[in-house]
Nanobody, 121 residues
Framework: VQLQASGGGLVQAGGSLRLSCAAS????????MGWFRQAPGKEREFVSV????????YYADSVKGRFTISRDNAKNTVYLQMNNLKPEDTAVYYC???????????????WGQGTQVTVSS
């Protein structure tokens, strides 16, 4: 499956952004979908994951209560709604697909190109 992320941008602290990730070339509903992020000089880190049906979702502690992951299998798209953004959320955000429910980025086979999120203080 090919993934295309979009929706990043520059926002002030406390603001909101909604990331989208459109999938093509595969059966989207067969995949667990995850969001990861990578800040300059840091390792890629898990942000959130959603199961194939969308019933179960999981978050990193750092974003819990502020971010919401969702998916629309009819539109082959997964979303990440980010509210109350903080400067420490600044990173390139990646969507990825996996055949298993996992927080480990090494278990995700396909990746989007990344979208930059910058939060100013």
């Amino acid at each position: 499956v090919q993934l295309q992320a979009s929706g990043g941008g520059l926002v002030q602290a406390g603001g909101s952004l909604r990331l989208s990730c459109a999938a093509s070339g595969g059966t989207f509903s067969n995949y667990v979908m995850g969001w990861f992020r990578q800040a300059p000089g840091k390792e890629r880190e898990f942000v959130s994951v959603i199961t194939r049906s969308g019933v179960n979702v999981y978050y990193a502690d750092s974003v819990k209560g502020r971010f919401t992951i969702s998916r629309d299998n009819a539109k082959n798209t997964v979303y990440l709604q980010m509210n109350n953004l903080k400067p420490e959320d600044t990173a390139v955000y990646y969507c990825a697909s996996s055949s298993e429910l996992t927080r480990s980025h090494s278990r995700y086979a396909s990746w989007g190109q990344g979208t930059q999120v910058t939060v100013s203080s």
